[in-house]
């Protein structure tokens, strides 16, 4: 690799949520194994422009860059991905980073990502436990069960899923890959399995799980390989079923 | 620029969003105490996600024979004798409760052949006692707190930093902070506070901490009044990643030289022939630290300060089988082939023993309404930490911290804020503002770090401590004249300012305690006294702030009872 080489990034930017973005262009020196977020830090800490106009650092998500806590999302050359695990040697130039576009922009590539814990919340994503009193063991559960639910809880609510789905949009008010797929995970768990009807009925009707049109981007851009469109197939089963048989009961 | 400042009003406040700061909040919401969060991050991102070895807690499901004795016995000679044995014992005593609290709550362990939570063996622990979820056991506990938290309706303030502790004549009122996006204002009245903010690694250059871990907690408590204790101990772990950027900080497991990795100078010289010529690269962790601290230091280091591990005269498939986490991570965070070139490894900042100062039943501090919890508390891990222990112990002390803020809030009436005090919070979180021409606190951080990386890092002697107190007098003079420019918008050279802050007082804290215990204990180790010393051993440092100076003195650990110093004298 030659030693003078360089990385352009090229950043879209907005200061407030109520002015319109503009890009600005950054120039960075290359060293190996650098990353997109490695890059941020290294404009944070100088951050002119690539015309040598000084600026103000890019505002962005971030913590414990290792790929774990699901903060640094953001569009990466129009990809839906963590940027600590965006390695700028593999990313054509000049490498565009983006805010995610289906959600409301706090500043630059920060955005808010509420959303979800509401849709969560909307679920019952939890296992209804009353903790005020001396619980013992929980539910026994074996290997198997522990491994087949696993998967489902490495979600990282980094919200990549939902930014990359074509039908997540204001139209449909659709929940998104996440929330079903927790879904799935409380409705197999012993004891929130309670809570199992109400979940599903959360997930009928407008903005529910028939507004997946199965273009499975969700389980192409999930940075943890969650077997998404299996929980939303295994998921839209249980609410078929729930819906027929609500049917017979009236 | 504008001072005025939103008011939220609580119960209980608790400053921090990890597994402490979730915990204590279920606990304060269990006593039915209006309860806030404020956090500098994210709600479920915060830095213990990132714990990945287990939790410590004696359920005996898979060796029958352990108990919360042995468990008890193996933290305090962890801990070299001075550990709080009081909180060594409510720690071991109710791990497993709160363990099976936590799987009662959807916590999905890895499971037994029988169907309970299987347990792993770690160093330290006699026998197979981390409760484990695969290598992401921090994340699954985070995830099931935050679940639980947003069934019962928590009111969380994401991304606020505190920079003031209110008071009301000796007891503690509220804090006071700012938004990180917009740079408004905050003012949290409550009956009492729990902190909850973790440790302090970002004093290091090399650390394997995250951005939030700037000692903030332990900062506003000392400002406030309350005692800091055993801030010597600071645990690295003697292999992180030095370079590069992508990676910085990361620990590389032992296993790595377990599997026939090979250390080598900038010279391509094996060094560890000249510490240990029988067990090389196998010999213990402390030999291991020291000697590529002793080539570092003496000129033989790599270009980024330390010394390359290599693995990849081992077929690459059976690197990429034995170490397969390894190999995927620094493949996809930095593209570093470890099967193809060396690592270049160094010392890093893994996790504070010390901080500040509590009961051990209730959590309290040394100023009235004011608790803490987790790595920003002192007293289970003495002087140094057991792996495992860290998350048992965010779960046991969370819950207690919130109990007992709770039931402290049920006592006291609301107390008026001053207005003075909110005034001069106000005006001194935008100070840089104001001044001009001043320097930027990215230099400075840079120039911390690399003092306390160099002076005040894995092995320490007197010289440098005192260098690195000096350094830290003109830091400290050096931030006091930092301008920033822009506007309060998400700044974060402004934020950088407000951290900095508490990295200063916190390190100034660790060097001066440092300074002072002339022997080597735990994670203390002093080039100048390598052994233990029987009259340290009966000692705790305690830092607290006489007006404005940061004064040391030695208080004596606490006795324990006959029966356990027994316990713990047993040869086993």
Redesign the interface.
């Known amino acids: 690799m030659a030693e003078n080489k360089t990385v352009i990034l090229k950043i879209k930017r907005q200061?407030?949520p109520n002015v319109r973005p503009h890009w600005e262009e950054f120039e960075l020196p290359s060293?190996?194994?650098?990353?997109v977020?490695?890059s941020l830090?290294?404009i944070?800490?100088?951050p002119v422009t690539r015309e040598g106009k000084a600026t103000?650092?890019i505002?962005y998500?971030?913590?414990?860059?290792?790929?774990?806590?699901?903060?640094c999302a953001m569009l990466i050359n129009g990809r839906a991905r963590m940027a600590?695990?965006a390695?700028v040697?593999?990313l054509e130039q000049p490498i565009r980073l983006e805010p995610f576009s289906k959600f409301p922009v706090?500043?630059?590539l920060?955005v808010d990502?509420s959303v979800l814990?509401e849709n969560?919340?909307a679920v019952?994503?939890?296992?209804?436990?009353d903790?005020?009193y001396?619980?013992?063991?929980?539910p026994?559960?074996?290997?198997q069960?522990?491994e087949e639910?696993?998967p489902l809880?490495?979600?990282?609510?980094c919200c990549c899923c939902m930014e990359a789905c074509p039908q997540f949009n204001e139209d449909t008010g659709f929940v998104g890959a996440a929330t079903i797929s927790q879904v799935r995970l409380?409705n197999t768990?012993p004891?929130?399995a309670a809570l199992k009807r109400e979940r599903l009925v959360a997930l009928m009707g407008d903005g529910g799980i028939q507004e997946c049109g199965y273009a499975q981007n969700c389980v192409e851009v999930c940075p943890k390989d969650i077997p998404l469109t299996r929980s939303i197939a295994e998921v839209g089963g249980d609410v078929m079923k729930q819906a027929i048989g609500d049917l017979f009961r009236k | 620029m504008t001072t005025e400042y939103e008011i939220h009003d609580h119960d209980v406040l608790i400053i921090g969003a990890g597994g402490a700061g979730l915990r204590a909040a279920l606990g304060a919401l269990s006593q039915g105490a209006k309860v806030g969060v404020v956090c500098k991050s994210l709600l479920g991102k915060a830095h213990t996600v990132m714990a990945e070895g287990g939790i410590a807690a004696a359920m005996a499901n898979v060796d029958p024979a352990d108990d919360w004795r042995t468990h008890f016995r193996d933290t305090m000679r962890g801990g070299k004798l001075l550990n709080n044995w009081r909180m060594a014992q409510i720690h071991a005593h109710e791990a497993p409760d709160r363990v099976r609290e936590l799987e009662q709550w959807g916590a999905l362990f890895d499971r037994t052949p029988d169907g309970q939570i299987l347990q792993r063996a770690f160093g330290g622990h006699t026998f197979r006692r981390l409760c484990h979820v695969g290598d992401r056991t921090g994340l699954e506990m985070i995830r099931t707190l935050q679940d639980r938290g947003v069934q019962l309706g928590i009111d969380v303030y994401m991304e606020c930093t505190i920079t003031r502790l209110l008071k009301d004549g000796d007891r503690v009122a509220g804090a006071f902070g700012y938004w990180r996006e917009q740079g408004r204002f905050a003012l949290f009245r409550a009956k009492s506070i729990v902190i909850a903010t973790g440790g302090i690694g970002k004093a290091w250059k090399i650390t394997s901490n995250s951005w939030e871990y700037t000692g903030d907690g332990m900062a506003l408590a000392y400002d406030a009044g309350a005692e800091l204790m055993d801030m010597e101990f600071v645990q690295f772990h003697p292999t992180g990643m030095v370079w590069p950027p992508g990676v910085q900080g990361i620990l590389v497991t032992e296993a790595v030289r377990g599997e026939g990795g090979v250390l080598r100078n900038k010279l391509g010289k094996r060094f560890m022939e000249q510490y240990d010529p029988k067990k090389m690269e196998l010999s213990t962790r402390d030999v291991v630290a020291r000697a590529i601290y002793t080539e570092v230091r003496e000129g033989r280091g790599t270009e980024h300060a330390g010394a390359y591990l290599d693995i990849s005269q081992k077929p690459a498939d059976y690197v990429k089988k034995k170490l397969p986490s390894m190999y995927h991570q620094f493949k996809e965070l930095a593209d570093v082939d470890i099967t193809k070139g060396p690592m270049e490894v160094g010392p890093t900042c893994h996790y504070m023993m010390g901080g500040i100062r509590v009961d051990a039943e209730t959590a309290k501090s040394s100023v009235r309404g004011l608790f803490a919890a987790g790595e920003a508390a002192a007293g289970l891990h003495g002087a140094n930490r057991l792996g495992g222990n860290s998350l048992s112990d965010l779960l046991v002390f969370g819950h207690r911290a919130g109990l007992a803020a709770a039931e402290h809030a049920k006592a006291v009436r609301a107390t008026p804020i001053d207005s003075a005090q909110v005034a001069e919070a106000a005006r001194e979180i935008l100070a840089p503002f104001e001044r001009k021409a001043g320097e930027s606190p990215y230099t400075i951080h840079r120039d911390l770090q690399e003092t306390m990386q160099s002076l005040v890092g894995i092995f320490r002697d007197q010289a440098d401590l005192i260098r690195a107190l000096e350094d830290l007098e003109k830091l400290k003079d050096r931030a006091e004249h930092v301008s920033v420019e822009g506007s309060r918008l998400f700044n974060p050279a402004w934020h950088l300012t407000q951290d900095l802050r508490s990295m200063l007082t916190v390190s100034e804290a660790v060097t001066r305690s440092a300074l002072a215990r002339q022997e080597s204990r735990g994670a203390h180790s002093r080039i100048d006294y390598p052994g233990l010393d029987a009259v340290w051993g009966t000692k705790n440092s305690v830092v607290v702030r006489k007006g404005d100076t940061m004064t040391l003195h030695q208080s004596p650990v606490p006795e324990m009872p006959s029966d356990l110093r027994q316990l713990v004298a047993e040869e086993k």
Not at chain 1, 31 to 35: L, P
């Open positions: 200061p407030n060293r190996s194994g650098m990353n977020i490695s830090m290294e944070a800490a100088n103000t650092p505002t998500d971030s913590n414990c860059l290792e790929e774990v806590c699901g903060s600590c695990s390695l040697d593999k706090v500043r630059d920060a990502r814990f969560l919340k019952k994503a939890w296992v209804p436990i903790g005020s001396d619980l013992g063991s929980g026994r559960m074996t290997m069960e522990q639910a696993y809880s490495r979600c990282i609510s409380f768990h004891t929130g």
